[in-house]
């Protein structure tokens, strides 16, 4: 691929040769899609026959032999764990009542952390964007998950945006033994393991517990996603094939990832590199929050450019730029070309959303375009796809964004946000690190000042 980011080498490849496009990798073909019309094809028309995942190596390891819904193949389990996510885990009932946590974690603490750092104008502090947004995130996560949050807790999906050369040359057994790729990652494994064993093993003991106190062993509604997990495990017919183990459990708790700070850091990148845009989201949240002091979820669906520049950044920075591969089950034509069982299939969602034939200006970040648009990022509308579509559409979608946009009203309420040193907008570096999320190159370094006293 060159020294190029892939998504950008593809969208080059993909304008010479077409947006359905044939790419030998290894010994793996795979069909590489760069337009809307191609991506609805295979999202939508062909969804059922394209709805399997390739065998990852790290995936497979991580994931307790394949049990992660992410990256699991089509089959039965896979449609048991769709249910579980979409019905219990991540609906939108089950979001909402994550809503406390949300709002003590990003209306309050996160608040606090940055204000502390911007009570001094006369030297105002720079500081650097993902490493205090990143702890807060995972803060939600964690605490929606298992109820607690560990000082070892950490982000453990990095690995998996290394491609393996076994990955490539499956039939090349030895190839993970040479690289040390398998044992980095089964090493990882365990210690992620251990973390969250320790922390099922706890949610079950305090039910026993509950259970021989003479209470109820569990809630009317779980504290957690561990308990949600519990409950159903606790149900499952002795005769269903699929039943939750605790390796089930674990593979699914393991599931999240840092897409979410991603956003945020693009978004705010493209805040500060468009000070119009940022002046105009900010007078929009300031003027509805008012003199309340504090920032609540209710409402912030009414925000409609703040929500139109949370859309843009999707659109010009996806956090997974290609979608996780498909592989076909069956032979399928797109576009007019057979594409035959055994084939990866992967979508360059980063490409299509810097498609002229669908945005005008597309590398320019105008948030305006979605104001008058119903366009939304709910699978529906294939020039806008960040989070997938179809069967395997990323099932967080409506946790993450809840999240994001309650991060976004509290930067733009509490705080004016300032370059370091001087720095023009039109200076900050905005180039890519490509990996399971894609990230900036070099960090976001911002300097906050607390708003008119906004900040008890």
Not at 166 to 185: E, I, M, N, Q
Not at 233 to 253: F, G, P, R, W, Y
Not at 298 to 313: P, T
């Amino acid at each position: 691929m060159g020294s190029k980011p892939p998504h950008h080498r593809l969208r080059e490849l993909a304008q010479k040769y077409g947006p359905v496009m044939h790419l030998q990798l290894g010994e793996l073909r795979h069909v590489v899609i760069s337009s809307a019309e191609a991506a609805k094809e295979v999202l939508k028309t062909h969804d059922a026959p394209l709805a399997s995942r390739p065998f990852i190596l790290a995936a497979n390891i991580f994931y307790y032999g394949g049990k992660g819904i992410s990256f699991t193949p089509y089959g039965e389990y896979w449609k048991l764990m769709r249910k579980i996510a979409t019905a219990e885990l991540l609906s939108n009932k089950r979001v909402l009542s994550y809503r406390s946590i949300r709002e003590e974690e990003l209306s309050a603490n996160l608040v606090r952390r940055i204000a502390d750092s911007s009570t001094n104008q006369q030297t105002p502090t720079t500081i650097n964007f993902a490493e205090v947004l990143f702890p807060a995130m995972n803060r939600v996560i964690a605490r929606s998950a298992f109820g607690v949050v560990r000082d070892n807790t950490k982000s453990f999906m990095g690995l998996l945006s290394g491609l393996d050369l076994s990955d490539l040359y499956p039939s090349v057994k030895f190839l993970p033994a040479l690289t040390g790729f398998r044992a980095k990652v089964t090493r990882l494994h365990h210690q992620a393991d251990a973390l969250i064993k320790e922390i099922v093993d706890e949610h079950k003991a305090a039910r026993r517990a509950a259970a021989a106190a003479g209470g109820k062993e569990k809630e009317a509604a779980a504290d957690d996603l561990v308990d949600v997990l519990l409950d159903l495990q606790e149900n499952c017919t002795d005769d269903m094939e699929s039943s939750l183990t605790d390796d089930h459990i674990k593979a699914v708790i393991t599931a999240a990832s840092g897409t979410l700070s991603a956003t945020m850091e693009w978004t705010m990148s493209e805040l500060m590199k468009n000070p119009r845009v940022l002046q105009k989201a900010q007078e929009e949240v300031r003027g509805a929050i008012g003199g309340k002091g504090k920032v609540e979820e209710h409402g912030l669906d009414d925000l409609k450019y703040m929500n139109a520049v949370i859309k843009e950044a999707l659109r010009m920075h996806p956090a997974g730029p290609l979608l996780v591969p498909r592989e076909s089950i069956e032979d399928v034509v797109i576009s007019g070309y057979m594409v035959p069982t055994g084939t990866k299939v992967m979508v360059n969602v980063w490409a299509i959303g810097r498609d002229p034939s669908y945005w005008a200006d597309p590398d320019t970040f105008y948030p305006e375009r979605f104001l008058d648009c119903s366009m939304d990022f709910k699978g529906r509308d294939f020039e806008f796809i960040p989070f997938g579509a179809g069967r395997r559409m990323c099932s967080g979608m409506y946790f993450g964004m809840a999240i994001v946009q309650l991060a976004l009203a509290n930067l733009l309420y509490h705080f004016d946000w300032k370059l370091p040193d001087g720095m023009k907008p039109e200076e900050l570096d905005m180039s890519e690190r490509f990996g399971i999320t894609l990230r900036r190159n070099s960090p976001l370094c911002l300097i906050p000042v607390a708003y008119n006293n906004s900040v008890s």
